[in-house]
């Protein structure tokens, strides 16, 4: 248990100083002041004590992240709450980090590989057109970082893994959830799935369209799969199967083609390797489930026949054209490339000022040259040859479900990095190290009846 000291209480006075200032400085009255001081005071005292609600605190500031919550539509006047809060959660951490984590666990090497990719891609900032634009770029890849160190270091026990898992699917179903009260808001199923067959991009939020939400589903799914094997309880398997078929029906309605076969090659790798007699009975539930949700769902034919013709479409044609001045952007600027975000202003798309390569490479190459990108490359080959070495080594069956479910998961993001921007996505960043910090507490932390959550 944290206990608090003098200079723990000066710091806790200024902070809340400053809190009040800030408030202040937006018009709130008197009494919301004292009120938000004092809820901000309780918020810190329990952080330090349970270092996973500030994490907890970032994933769902996400869904908070709204013009409307504020009571505005004004996105100049927007005050972005995820903002508010990643800027507490690197204040904690840098306090946590000056007091001492657990002793038993050093700076992990993937931290290392971190700092040098932030501090690389950092060089390039000042070579950027639009140094704000970059900058804000480089500010999703420190998230992502900031993420992984917090869950890394605060994740020390089982309950903490499995609360951090709990919240995570609970994340996943919450976005589909939202994607589905969007469609409603289109004027009911009916008149939404006519207008999404007619115009793209409808099922967005303020800060991510439909391909950039189909691209959380990728991950959450194999690992709300996964994680059915982790229990025994049958009403938790039942919550779990309604979250799977949730988030199932939140990718499909996003028609993202990309996001969708990058699951469906995660998921079929995943179930040509784990049927067995065992559990032959789940996974042919879980196929089930998933044509269920595929029948009843009336965006199924407009999705295969967009598969059926992506060879024709425009997108398709622009991003191979794109793709081409990318290459041709890194030859000109090879060491460390043109900076972050900033592509845009190197092609003839004039009407987008940030404009993506849509290919984790060839973006990262553009933008980062051969410096960032190698870096950056490096981080993710190592992550997952650590991830591979912890799922061979395991012994536990039910766990070694899990580890492999979540690795398919991995490998679709991987797949999808390659037709769309996410990893480079500030909210997506910030689900997807975290989980992967959580990947690797679960072999550091031993759980020999993980199998009863």
Same mark, same amino acid.
């Given at each position: 248990?944290?206990?608090?000291?003098?200079?723990?209480?000066?710091?806790?006075?200024?902070?809340?100083?400053?809190?009040?200032?800030?408030?202040?400085?937006?018009?709130?009255s008197?009494?919301?002041?004292?009120?938000? /001081?004092?809820?901000?005071?309780?918020?810190?005292?329990?952080?330090?004590?349970?270092?996973?609600?500030?994490?907890?605190?970032?994933?769902?500031?996400?869904?908070l992240?709204?013009?409307?919550?504020?009571? @505005? @539509?004004?996105?100049?006047?927007?005050?972005?709450?995820?903002?508010?809060?990643?800027?507490?959660?690197?204040?904690?951490?840098?306090?946590?980090?000056?007091?001492?984590?657990?002793?038993?666990?050093? #700076?992990?090497?993937?931290?290392?590989?971190?700092?040098?990719?932030?501090?690389?891609?950092?060089?390039?900032?000042?070579?950027?057109i639009?140094?704000?634009l970059?900058?804000?770029?480089?500010?999703? #890849?420190?998230?992502?970082?900031?993420c992984?160190?917090?869950?890394?270091?605060s994740?020390?026990?089982?309950?903490?893994?499995?609360?951090?898992?709990?919240?995570?699917?609970i994340?996943?179903?919450?976005?589909?959830?939202?994607?589905?009260?969007?469609?409603?808001?289109?004027?009911?199923?009916?008149?939404?799935?006519?207008r999404?067959? #007619?115009?793209?991009n409808?099922?967005?939020?303020?800060?991510?369209?439909s391909?950039?939400?189909?691209?959380?589903?990728?991950?959450?799914?194999?690992?709300?799969?996964?994680?059915?094997?982790? @229990?025994?309880?049958?009403?938790i398997?039942?919550?779990?199967?309604?979250?799977?078929?949730?988030?199932? @029906?939140?990718?499909?309605?996003?028609?993202?083609?990309?996001?969708?076969?990058?699951?469906?090659?995660?998921?079929?790798?995943?179930?040509?390797?784990?049927?067995?007699?065992?559990?032959?009975?789940?996974?042919?539930?879980?196929?089930?489930?998933?044509?269920?949700?595929?029948?009843?769902?009336?965006?199924?034919?407009?999705? #295969?026949?967009?598969?059926?013709?992506?060879?024709?479409?425009?997108?398709?044609?622009?991003?191979?054209?794109?793709?081409?001045?990318?290459?041709?952007?890194?030859?000109?600027?090879?060491?460390?490339?043109?900076?972050?975000?900033?592509?845009?202003?190197?092609?003839?798309?004039?009407?987008?000022?940030?404009?993506? /390569?849509?290919?984790?490479i060839?973006?990262?190459?553009?933008?980062?040259?051969?410096?960032?990108?190698?870096?950056?490359?490096?981080?993710?080959?190592?992550?997952i040859?650590?991830?591979?070495?912890?799922?061979?080594?395991?012994?536990?069956?039910n766990?070694?479900?899990?580890?492999f479910?979540?690795?398919?998961?991995?490998?679709?993001?991987?797949?999808?990095?390659?037709?769309?921007?996410?990893?480079?996505?500030?909210?997506?960043?910030?689900?997807?190290?975290?989980?992967? /910090?959580?990947?690797?507490?679960?072999?550091?932390?031993?759980?020999?009846?993980?199998?009863?959550?």
């Open positions: 248990m944290f206990n608090f000291h003098l200079n723990d209480i000066i710091f806790l006075l200024i902070f809340e100083f400053l809190l009040i200032t800030i408030f202040a400085l937006f018009g709130f008197i009494l919301v002041i004292v009120l938000l /001081a004092l809820f901000s005071l309780i918020i810190i005292y329990f952080s330090f004590n349970y270092p996973l609600l500030p994490l907890g605190m970032l994933l769902f500031s996400i869904f992240d709204l013009p409307e919550i504020l009571g @505005t @539509t004004d996105k100049g006047s927007f005050i972005s709450i995820l903002s508010i809060v990643f800027v507490y959660v690197i204040i904690f951490l840098a306090i946590k980090s000056l007091q001492g984590w657990n002793a038993n666990h050093r #700076f992990p090497k993937i931290g290392l590989l971190w700092l040098t990719f932030l501090f690389i891609s950092a060089l390039t900032i000042p070579n950027a639009n140094q704000t970059a900058l804000s770029v480089w500010r999703n #890849f420190f998230a992502g970082f900031i992984f160190i917090l869950a890394y270091y994740l020390q026990k089982e309950k903490d893994i499995k609360i951090l898992l709990t919240l995570l699917i994340w996943g179903t919450t976005l589909a959830l939202i994607e589905l009260i969007t469609l409603f808001q289109l004027g009911g199923i009916r008149t939404g799935i006519i999404i067959f #007619f115009q793209k409808l099922i967005e939020t303020s800060w991510g369209k391909n950039y939400l189909a691209a959380f589903h990728v991950l959450m799914i194999p690992i709300a799969i996964g994680t059915l094997f982790l @229990t025994s309880s049958k009403k398997k039942l919550l779990l199967l309604s979250g799977i078929g949730i988030m199932l @029906t939140g990718i499909i309605i996003t028609l993202s083609r990309g996001a969708i076969l990058s699951l469906a090659i995660g998921l079929l790798i995943f179930m040509l390797k784990v049927i067995d007699k065992k559990y032959i009975l789940s996974v042919i539930f879980a196929i089930f489930s998933f044509i269920i949700v595929l029948l009843i769902n009336p965006l199924t034919y407009v999705l #295969f026949e967009r598969l059926l013709i992506f060879e024709k479409s425009i997108s398709y044609f622009s991003r191979i054209h794109f793709f081409e001045k990318v290459w041709d952007i890194f030859l000109n600027n090879p060491i460390l490339g043109v900076g972050l975000g900033n592509l845009g202003y190197y092609t003839t798309y004039s009407d987008y000022q940030q404009l993506s /390569a849509h290919n984790i060839l973006g990262l190459l553009g933008e980062t040259g051969i410096l960032g990108s190698l870096t950056f490359f490096t981080l993710i080959v190592y992550s040859i650590i991830i591979l070495r912890n799922y061979k080594s395991e012994s536990n069956g766990l070694k479900i899990f580890k479910a979540s690795l398919c998961g991995l490998l679709g993001v991987l797949i999808h990095s390659m037709m769309e921007p996410n990893l480079e996505g500030y909210q997506f960043s910030i689900i997807f190290w975290t989980f992967i /910090a959580l990947y690797l507490k679960l072999d550091l932390i031993k759980i020999p009846k993980l199998g009863e959550m």
